[in-house]
């Protein structure tokens, strides 16, 4: 037995553990870790400018010809490109396929939030000074949902600051994840088998993200950032496969953390909060 829908979502008189879950058949969720994906691929990046000879929009839309180019405006510099992946993706390597004779300095930076940025990445580019070449750049180790390049140093004979590139090409994955998306509330849908009591934060992730089928699990709302609490594994959860909607939510006693499905893109948005340490859902 679980909760019923218009219950508290207590599963004390209910759970068949009492230290760790192993209620639980659990199978392999697939890794994503093999399976890269150009993440830049039709997202339209924002940035410190473009021109009516080449928008934004041309930069990730896959096509290198001149057509499809971003142009700086004049004077622009230096020049920055930015874009917001929807959830954090762990970056393996960027592609930047050049317009022409441009910059010789190429930073990157990361954000959790669009806001507060660190440099990643600080490489010389001294090959986009040859029209059309492409540069190669590695990627880093944390997960990232906002990334910018600021292209300095510009080529002999660019005059005006014309930056220009043709194609910019991000690959990595998004990595399945659990997301804080409630703090005291949880969606009523189907119990995952029995419920658990006085089991750490992080197994409970663990065990749920070891489940194809679990969608996410309730946890004591007194515990929802961590520590030892109770609650149920979800599944049926997901929007095309049961009617829950937001009103049908049980509230109060219980938070929820739900999965984030997708290798090549994210099933939610999500961010980083720092202030909290947790990842949570998010614009």
């Known amino acids: 037995a679980g909760q019923a829908a218009n219950a508290t979502e207590n599963s004390t008189s209910t759970t068949t553990t009492t230290g760790t879950s192993t209620t639980t058949t659990t199978t392999t969720t697939r890794a994503c870790g093999s399976d890269i994906h150009n993440l830049a691929l039709g997202l339209v990046p924002t940035g410190s400018s473009d021109s009516k000879e080449g928008g934004f929009a041309g930069v990730t839309d896959g096509s290198i010809e001149a057509s499809n180019w971003w142009y700086a405006a004049p004077d622009d510099y230096p020049g920055v490109l930015m874009l917001d992946f929807g959830a954090p993706a762990i970056v393996t390597s960027m592609s930047l396929t050049g317009g022409e004779s441009s910059f010789k300095t190429l930073r990157t930076y990361r954000s959790d939030d669009g806001r507060m940025w660190s440099m990643v990445r600080n490489d010389a580019t001294e090959g986009n000074c040859v029209a059309g070449s492409i540069t190669e750049v590695g990627g880093w180790e944390e997960a990232t949902r906002y990334v910018a390049i600021q292209m300095e140093d510009r080529c002999s004979g660019v005059h005006g600051g014309r930056f220009t590139l043709a194609e910019w090409a991000v690959f990595g994955y998004f990595e399945h994840r659990m997301v804080l998306q409630y703090v005291r509330s949880w969606p009523v849908c189907d119990n995952l088998g029995p419920c ?81 340490g947790v990842e949570v859902c998010g614009p």
Not at 199 to 224: P, T
Not at 262 to 272: A, F, K, Q, T, V
Request: aromatic share 12%; with cysteine; hydrophobic share 25%.
């Open 196 to 276: 658990f009591t006085f089991v750490d934060l992080s197994d409970a992730k663990a065990q749920c993200l070891a489940d194809e089928s679990c969608d996410g699990f309730s946890f004591s709302a007194g515990a929802i950032y961590g520590g030892r609490g109770s609650g149920c594994y979800k599944t049926n959860c997901r929007p095309e496969e049961s009617s829950w909607s937001r009103r049908a939510l049980g509230r109060g006693s219980h938070g929820y953390w739900v999965k984030r499905h997708g290798c090549e893109e994210p099933s939610r948005n999500s961010y980083m909060n720092t202030a909290l």
